[in-house]
Structures are given as structure tokens and as C-alpha cells.
């Protein structure tokens, strides 16, 4: 039962352009989401987290956007960069049961 | 360096065996959280501690424990090792409340167990 889900293993994107990140999830119940960025050989580094009670969390160069009715939210990275390639996780978490749920990945890859 | 301090960094071991892997939390965290990496899979939550106390459990085996100390540092055992329970073990804490009020969760650099 996968509640927090990212179809798109992988994107490439060339630098200075808007990188778009998907990411679904199926529990109404979450209160925050989260974004994530990996690098080989490191722990997930946070990025930026949006409330459950707003649209949108703008953060330099990142945006989360939150579309509940649609249970769907995404990261947008404008401008890439080629430090930004790294793995992305979307995260879900529910407040009172503590749990963050984690998707799949996706690994952005930004050329120069 | 988001604080939290795991050790070892890499454990090489048999099936059968026994390991032990080691959290510090960042200063000041009372919660702390393990999740388990494997190979093509996204973070599965394992189970989280706050202040000493077991508060949510996810997808870990029985053959898996942890506790958290009153130091704040936890240890997440795993037994009767398999082939499948090679992967990536990472820690995280959170300054959560106990109350619920949410706070991002820090992760540490992670333990890579192979099981041979």
C-alpha cells in the first residue's frame, strides 16, 4: 500500500530551467509534507515542508505546491542548478501517529 | 551536517548473526526516528522514540528492536540477519513535542549492512 507516491523515477533538465518534482499521496489525514534531497552516500537533507492548511511554500529557488483536492504536490526549482542533481523524496506526515511516509525517489539529474 | 551521529558507518556480517546500530540525536532532540533503505525501495519507516518511550511503529520485523536511552541515544538491534535485511539504516530526530506539534525530522549519514 504505497500512500506517498512519485511515478517519475527520473528527470533531466537542463540548468536554468524550471525543474518540476511530482508527488501523489492517497491519506487525507496527513498534516504536512515534506521534500527531501539525497546525495549518494548521505542522509536526506530537508528542504522545504508545506502545512496541510496552505497552497503554497516558496523558499529561494524552491516552491512547494499543494493541491489537496487532487491529493497531489509538487517541487518546482527555479533556476536548476547542476548541484541540485541528487535524489528528491516527497514525504507525508501524520502529526498525531508520527510516522513520515516516505515515496520512492526521484532522481533529478540538472546539465550544465 | 544535520547533527546526527550514526555508527558504524558500514557492517559487513553473516547470516544468522546479530548486529547492533548506534543514534545520536542532534542536541536537544527527544524524538528519534530509524527507517530502512533498501536497494530500489524508498525509506520505509521502522520505528520512532520519544524520551525514552516507543510512540509509532511502521514496517519492522520482530526479529528488529530498538530502544532509546536517557541519554537520548538510541540503538536499533536487528537479528537473525537475512540476505534481504542488507541495506541502508538511517536515523533521524526531530524536536517534536510530545504533544504532536510537528518539526522536521534531521537524518544522519546512515549504516550500510551487508549481509553475506
Known amino acids: 500500500d504505497q500512500q506517498v507516491k512519485q511515478n517519475s523515477p527520473s528527470l533531466s533538465v537542463q540548468e536554468g530551467r524550471i525543474s518540476i518534482l511530482n508527488c501523489d499521496y492517497t491519506n487525507s489525514m496527513f498534516d504536512y509534507f515534506l521534500w527531501y534531497k539525497k546525495y549518494p552516500a548521505e542522509g536526506p537533507t530537508f528542504l522545504i515542508s508545506?502545512?496541510?492548511?496552505?497552497d503554497k511554500n516558496e523558499d529561494g529557488r524552491f516552491t512547494v505546491f499543494l493541491n489537496k483536492s487532487a491529493k497531489h504536490l509538487s517541487l518546482h526549482i527555479v533556476p536548476s542548478q547542476p548541484g541540485d542533481s541528487a535524489v528528491y523524496f516527497c514525504a507525508a506526515l501524520s502529526s498525531n501517529t508520527g510516522k513520515l511516509i516516505f515515496g520512492q525517489g526521484t532522481t533529478l539529474q540538472v546539465k550544465p | 551536517d544535520s547533527g546526527v551521529t550514526q555508527t558504524p558507518k558500514h557492517l559487513i556480517t553473516a547470516t544468522g548473526q546479530r548486529v547492533t546500530l548506534r543514534c545520536s540525536p542532534r542536541s536537544g532532540d527527544l524524538s528519534v526516528y530509524w527507517y530502512q533503505q533498501s536497494l530500489d525501495q524508498g525509506l520505509q519507516f521502522l520505528i520512532q522514540?520519544?524520551?525514552?518511550?516507543?510512540?509509532a511503529k511502521g514496517n519492522i520485523l520482530e526479529r528488529f528492536s530498538a530502544q532509546q536511552f536517557p541519554d537520548l541515544h538510541s540503538e536499533l538491534n536487528l537479528s537473525s540477519l537475512e540476505l534481504g535485511d542488507s541495506a541502508l539504516y538511517f536515523c533521524?530526530?526531530?524536536?517534536?513535542?510530545?504533544?504532536?506539534?510537528?518539526?522536521?525530522?534531521?537524518f544522519g549519514p546512515g549504516t550500510r549492512l551487508t549481509v553475506l
Open positions: 522514540y520519544y524520551n525514552g518511550e516507543e510512540r
Open positions: 533521524a530526530s526531530s524536536p517534536r513535542s510530545s504533544s504532536g506539534v510537528y518539526n522536521e525530522q534531521f
Open positions: 508545506i502545512s496541510s492548511i496552505k
